[in-house]
């Protein structure tokens, strides 16, 4: 059984660039959330899918935007890169039942330099 | 909005003692989840402990136990008999109860090493 799969490992873009990361969610899971994690914080909310819309969002800026698809995968987007945007950037997935709050399943992260 | 202060940066232990990790929380809800998540340096967050705010009985699994203190919003992790593979990034995290599912609020985390 597959878990949470992000790609790439690693990117290394420069300022004004442009980047699209993936995800695949854990199997059986319909509901993906990304995180932003800065060096030595802890994560940060940056918005959540679940039915191919954005559900929640946290207090980022609209440089910041992301998709779901039908089986259930997820891109997050960054527009013009700052230097700030150097992080490690996790997915999360979980299975939405209406009832109680499922544990949210996390991948490895994808590692964003900017230069 | 809601809060996670982990106040203890850093905290190191002899390898098969006991260490507890603090983390207090501010909120105004009254139905929320509390988790502690571990974080490797292999970079994956792992469900350690999830603690339900309406259950009164301290979540435990294993070597790992919570004291949870509702009214002093309080969500300590107790690791017994720490082993080598316990050295990590410690997160506190919370979530309010909704339909679906909430975002997770995490602490800055607790680097506890644990030394053989």
């Known amino acids: 059984d597959a878990g949470v799969t992000q790609s790439p490992t690693h990117l290394i873009k420069t300022r004004g660039q442009q980047v699209t990361l993936r995800c695949s969610p854990k199997?059986?899971?319909?509901?993906v959330s990304w995180y932003q994690q800065a060096l030595g914080q802890g994560p940060q909310f940056i918005f959540q899918y679940y039915e191919e819309e954005e559900r929640q969002r946290g207090n980022f800026p609209d440089r910041f935007s992301g998709h779901q698809f039908p089986n259930y995968s997820s891109e997050l987007n960054v527009n013009a890169l700052l230097l700030g945007d150097s992080a490690l950037y996790l997915c999360?997935?979980?299975?939405?039942?209406?009832?109680?709050?499922?544990?949210?399943?996390f991948g490895d992260g994808t590692r964003l330099s900017i230069l | 909005a809601q809060t996670v202060t982990q106040s203890q940066p850093e905290m190191s232990v002899q390898e098969a003692e006991t260490v507890t990790l603090s983390c207090t929380y501010d909120t105004s809800e009254n139905n929320y989840y509390l988790f502690w998540y571990k974080q490797p340096p292999s970079r994956q967050m792992i469900l350690v402990i999830r603690?339900?705010?309406?259950?009164?009985q301290n979540a435990t699994e294993n070597r790992f136990s919570v004291n949870f203190q509702k009214a002093a919003k309080s969500f300590s992790l107790k690791i017994s008999d720490s082993q080598l593979g316990d050295t990590a990034m410690y997160f506190c995290a919370f979530m309010k109860e909704a339909f679906g599912n909430e975002k997770l609020t995490f602490g800055t985390g607790t680097r506890l090493t644990i030394i053989p």
């Open positions: 603690q339900e705010a309406y259950k009164q």
């Open positions: 999360a997935s979980s299975l939405t039942t209406g009832l109680s709050n499922q544990p949210q399943h």
């Open positions: 199997s059986g899971h319909d509901t």
